[in-house]
Nanobody
Framework: QVQLVESGGGSVQTGGSLRLSCVAS????????MGWFRQAPGKEREGVAA???????SYADSVKGRFTISQDNAKNTVYLQMDSLKPEDTAMYYC???????????????????WGQGTQVTVSS
């Protein structure tokens, strides 16, 4: 059974930083990518960052230069470092895995095979 467990969410002021972590277990396929999505109330789920097994990354324009996705394969963990946070970054953040071999597959919600339970990020002005 595949499990994704996120942590690291919280409340910060504008300009602050948070680092989200996602520990994956039970996934045995060699082909995959991992991503972070977010969803604010009343809005669609948005793919903000993704990374594949080669380390290639992809970011939404809204977070480029502020967010960094990375992975530690030995720990089966993917991270999302979020700097210069803005109120519009407030959302529930979800970790995800796709069987896609291409990093862009982990920026599209319809291509995701497994989701975490989410962690809340709140940025106050």
């Amino acid at each position: 059974q595949v499990q994704l467990v996120e942590s690291g969410g919280g409340s910060v002021q504008t300009g602050g930083s948070l680092r989200l972590s996602c520990v994956a277990s039970g996934y045995t396929d060699r082909t995959y990518c991992m991503g972070w999505f977010r969803q604010a109330p009343g809005k669609e789920r948005e793919g903000v960052a993704a990374i594949d097994t080669d380390g290639s990354t992809s970011y939404a324009d809204s977070v480029k230069g502020r967010f960094t996705i990375s992975q530690d394969n030995a720990k089966n963990t993917v991270y999302l470092q979020m700097d210069s946070l803005k109120p519009e970054d407030t959302a529930m953040y979800y970790c995800a895995i796709s069987r896609s071999a291409f990093v862009y597959g982990c920026r599209v919600a319809g291509a995701i095979n497994y989701w975490g339970q989410g962690t809340q990020v709140t940025v106050s002005s």
